[in-house]
Every structure is written in C-alpha cells, then in structure tokens.
C-alpha cells in the first residue's frame, strides 16, 4: 500500500472539536507511549523532531522546522513548517505524512480542552486567552466547547493590534468578545486562562489569580520561556499533560529550580486525569501543555480513520 498524503485541507474536511478531544480521551485510556526528541539549534534557526512507539496504536514522528525571522519579512512568511508521518501498527510501513501545522493545531487545542473538561470549574463564565499567534483562535474554540458555560473571551496580546484577527475569527462563538488592555486586571477576572506565547517573562501572575482558576500553560516549550511567575505555580494544584515533556518546559524546570515545585508535588498527567479524574478543589489548577508526539499520533489517526470512511 502506498504512502497517502494529507493535506491541511484534508484534514479540515473532517475533523471537529469532538473527534480530537474524543482521540485523545480514548487514546490516554490505553499504554504509555515510549518517546524521544531531537532538537538542534543554530540560533535563529531550530529543527526539531518528536518520535513515539505508542501500543495499539503505531508510531509516528513530527518533523518541524522553525525560523522565527520569516514573520519579519517584508512579505512574511510561516515561522513554522512541519509534517507528521504516521506509521502502521502491524507493517511498520509509513502509512501516512500529514501536514504538520493543522495537526498542531487540533492536537493542542484538544489537549488543553479535554484537561480542561477534568480540571476547570464546571460553571466557569470568562475565558481569557493571552497570544494571537495562529494557535489562539483554536484553543479558545476549544475551551468554549469543553466549556459552553463561557458567557465572556477576553482576549490580550502585547501586540493589540494583532488581535483583531483572533476576535472576528471568534465571532461565532456567540459570546461576548474584549479586548483586555491591561493582562492584570484580566487575569483577575477569569474563570480559565489559557496562554499561548513565545514569552521568556512572566504574563500571569499569582498575586492577581482569582480563586480556584484554571490556568492553561501552552506556550514555553523551551527551559528559557515562562507564561506564569512562580506565585502561580505556589498556590495551585499542577498537572501536565505527559511527565517527560513537561519538566522541559519553562514554567515547570524554572519552579523547580527555584524551589516552590517538586516533580513529585505534580498531581499527574492526563493518563492519570482520564482513570482517576480528581474532584473540583478550591485551589487554583495549573495545565501544563508540553505536548507529545503521541497526541500527533492519536489525532493523525483519527483524522485518516474519517477520510477512509468518508462516503465515496
């Protein structure tokens, strides 16, 4: 059988919100996938690469260059462009390449919504989501439809101009839509918060967290990148979505190191949150979402499985 390729189109064609988050719910249920990174720098320039082995399941890989120089070009081009192969369970053929960027986006957003479904009030009214990079439409889509409480999206960038495409893209949400000129004042008012930034300091800060919020970390993919301070990580509960990536990641490797979080004091990772999801606390919940190259894989394949069933 040759090798079928998916294009972002494909993929758009036929993935929803449910389908993702139901992959991921159905895949965290199985094994423990067995993983491995590669990341080599030339500053500006990053190639990375994420593998699985995940039982029952197969194997697959994300190949992804990135060159943050693009989005300054005077006609600017995609800082980020990936593939994602997918190889069968049983052959070890490559069975599938598929664009890198879309399954990105609906793996991510999935991730931090089904998080979000365990972790989050369920009465939470005011969504606020910090970036405006191509993943903030998506994971505010997503947290509106694991939430459909959300009354309110608050939406803040330090670029406030870049925001304009992420709040009509929004539109048909049906909710309220702000743009938030101060992040404080709108940390302070949100049920969930769900960053998605490049950001090596701080934007959410503890000592403006309201009570028992749900704070959605997805960007700081890197040791040297932060989205919340460590007064934040203090005062909540913490989970991740896989251990291994996770402590790579800023917000959880820098509050280690500076003593206010142990890898033991992490409450668990959504393997554990989908066999044994813990009761609402009063306590603030901190998402970490580093990722996973099993969550790629979970989502390519649920993508493909409805392209094959798809009437003809």
């Keep these: 059988m040759s090798t079928v390729m998916l294009s972002a189109q494909d993929i758009r064609s036929v993935m929803t919100r449910e389908r993702a988050i139901a992959a991921l719910r159905e895949g965290h249920l199985g094994a423990r996938p067995n993983t491995g990174d590669l990341l ?16 029952g399941h197969g194997a697959g890989i994300k190949v992804c260059s990135i060159f943050p120089p693009n989005a300054q070009k005077d006609t600017p081009l995609p800082t980020e462009d990936a593939i994602f192969v997918v190889i069968d369970e049983l052959t070890k053929r490559i069975s599938y390449i598929l664009d890198g960027p879309e399954i990105t986006r609906w793996k991510t957003a999935a991730d931090s919504a089904l998080a979000s479904s365990i972790l ?7 969504l606020l989501v910090i970036g405006a990079g191509p993943i903030a439409v998506a994971l505010a889509q997503a947290h509106v439809h694991a939430r459909p409480s959300i009354e309110r999206i608050m939406l803040w960038n330090r670029t406030v101009q870049k925001l304009d495409h992420v709040a009509r893209s929004l539109t048909q949400l049906d909710r309220e839509i702000d743009i938030a000129a101060n992040v404080d004042d709108a940390v302070s008012q949100a049920d969930i918060i769900s960053a998605a930034t490049g950001t090596a300091s701080p934007i959410v800060k503890g000592r403006f967290l309201k009570p028992g919020a749900h704070v959605d970390l997805v960007g700081g993919y890197l040791s040297d990148m932060r989205e919340a301070d460590d007064d934040v990580i203090a005062q909540a509960d913490v989970f991740v979505d896989y251990a291994d990536t996770a402590v790579a990641a800023g917000d959880i490797v820098q509050a280690i190191a500076n003593g ?8 668990g990772d959504l393997f554990d949150l989908l ?38």
């Design 275 to 312: 066999r044994a999801a813990p009761g609402r606390r009063e306590r603030a919940t901190v998402f970490k979402n580093a990722g996973g190259a099993h969550l790629d894989l979970l989502v390519a394949l649920a993508a493909a499985k409805a392209i094959r069933q798809r009437p003809a």
């Design 260 to 267: 206010v979080l142990a890898r033991s004091d992490i409450k």
């Design 120 to 126: 989050s009030a369920d009465d939470s009214k005011t």
């Design 40 to 55: 080599v720098r030339d500053d500006p320039f990053s190639l990375f690469s994420r593998g699985v082995v995940l039982p």
